[in-house]
């Protein structure tokens, strides 16, 4: 089946510093990645939509400036926190798109905690 | 904004019972997605039944969709301890600024086998 592999799966951190996640498409490639953010013991929460060769499509109260998403290639999307702090901690999932005729299934990454000191 | 609202928010059986919950969303769909996610992890898909669809299977799960109710539900038969998890309804449809391929997810149910 479909992989998507995303790096790293946690990342501990100063406040002020920025942490760089990855998210690859292994297996197929991706014009549309997503990432989203969970808080504990709630749901996913879409932050942006990142487009191949195109800027990402931020949901409303995401700031751009703050979370930068790169999609460079087919199989790479990268979501920065920049000047990272406390209240950024959270568990951060990116998705890809697959395209099939079964419909547009998301495929998940296994996740990145991220924790700011 | 969430989209899909599942009840119970959490549910604990024995193992060997059946598991049923219930999704319910508010504006028109294309498709209706179940995913499973592990403490601590990513999503796993699990099915994903059409407006067209009314009912669909895949091994021990079995989703309804109604859409006249704007409700589904995902039934768990002959639950294992390892299907511990909590499971999330997930809808795309006409209502996504970005296009269909974007899903709101519900606030999921957490479910405990016991073994």
């Known amino acids: 089946g479909a992989v998507v592999s995303q790096h790293p799966s946690w990342v501990i951190c100063k406040s002020g510093t920025s942490v760089k996640i990855e998210c690859r498409s292994l297996?197929?490639?991706?014009?549309?990645m997503f990432w989203y953010r969970q808080f504990p013991k709630q749901s996913l929460m879409l932050m942006a939509t990142?487009?191949?060769?195109?800027?990402?499509?931020?949901e409303q109260g995401v700031e751009k400036d703050k979370f930068l998403i790169n999609h460079a290639s087919l199989t790479l999307s990268t979501l920065t926190v920049t000047s990272a702090h406390p209240e950024d901690s959270s568990f951060y999932i990116c998705s890809a798109i697959r395209p099939s005729g079964k419909g547009n299934i998301q495929y998940f990454g296994a996740g990145t905690r991220l924790s700011v000191l | 904004s969430q989209q899909g609202e599942e009840d119970p928010q959490a549910l604990s059986i024995q193992e060997g019972e059946n598991a049923t919950m219930n999704c319910s969303y508010k504006t028109s769909i294309n498709n209706l997605q179940w995913y499973r996610q592990n403490s601590g992890r990513g999503l796993v898909h699990l099915i994903l039944i059409r407006s067209n669809e009314r009912e669909k299977h895949s091994g021990r799960l079995r989703v309804t969709l109604d859409t006249s109710k704007k409700s589904s539900s995902l039934l768990i038969t002959a639950s294992r301890a390892a299907d511990t998890a909590s499971y999330f309804c997930a809808t795309d449809g006409a209502y996504s600024g970005a296009g269909s391929y974007q899903l709101t997810f519900g606030k999921g149910t957490k479910l405990s086998v016991i073994p």
């Open positions: 990142s487009n191949e060769g195109s800027k990402a499509t931020y």
């Open positions: 297996d197929f490639q991706a014009t549309t």
